[in-house]
Antibody, heavy 112, light 108 residues
């Protein structure tokens, strides 16, 4: 069974940093592109960032470009999102996802 | 970037109704479109992949069709557990993944 388990969310001050992690199991992690998707409670889904299986191609939403960095460690079956210079508008539930499967999300709240 | 226009944004329907949602892509995405269901407090759940393939364990009242830029999702006979929000998602062109704006199905 495919499992994606996010961690690292929490309450953080504006301008500070946070690092999200996603532990994958139940599939060959190194074969798949992976993504971070966020959702403000009650709103729609917003793709944040994605990375190909070999980290050859990486993309970011314009809203996070230059502030967030996605990475992966295929040996550890893990995906990461380094979030710097956080803003109030980054407050959301962050999901780790591969096409077709999602984790349960980790909540990030940016507030003073 | 590819945009997905999903409609309607919401609808009211009764149990037993046939419901159809459309998703239009701003450029050809071949067959690379998925449909998800999301219930409050839960992660999205894959229902349909590659336009028309039913995900494992998904009831056959759900179906999808289309190609290129025009896609649709149908629930043939709405059940009480189907009241939720539905999203289309394209993955032909990476990055980014793109989502439709969502369709909330409410009880009439």
């Amino acid at each position: 069974e495919v499992q994606l388990v996010e961690s690292g969310g929490g309450l953080v001050l504006p301008g500070r940093s946070l690092r999200l992690s996603c532990a994958a199991s139940g599939f060959i992690f190194g074969d798949y592109a992976m993504h971070w998707v966020r959702q403000v409670p009650g709103k729609g889904l917003e793709w944040v960032s994605g990375i190909t299986w070999n980290s050859d191609s990486i993309g970011y939403a314009d809203s996070v470009k230059g502030r967030f960095t996605i990475s992966r460690d295929n040996a550890k079956n893990s995906l990461y999102l380094q979030m710097d210079s956080l803003r109030a508008e980054d407050t959301a539930l962050y999901y780790c996802a591969k096409v077709g499967a999602w984790g349960q999300g980790t909540m990030v709240t940016v507030s003073s | 970037d590819i945009q997905l226009t999903q409609s309607p944004s919401s609808l009211s329907a009764s149990v037993g109704d046939r419901v159809r949602i459309t998703c239009q892509a701003s450029q050809d995405i071949s067959k690379y479109l998925n449909w998800y269901q999301q219930k409050p407090g839960k992660a999205p759940k894959l229902l349909i992949y590659d336009t028309s393939n039913l995900a494992r364990g998904v009831p056959s009242r759900f179906s999808g069709s289309g190609s290129g830029t025009d896609f649709s999702f149908t629930i043939s006979s709405l059940q009480p557990e189907d009241f939720a929000t539905y999203y289309c998602q394209q993955y032909d062109n990476f990055p980014p993944l793109t989502f439709g704006g969502g369709t909330k199905i409410e009880i009439k």
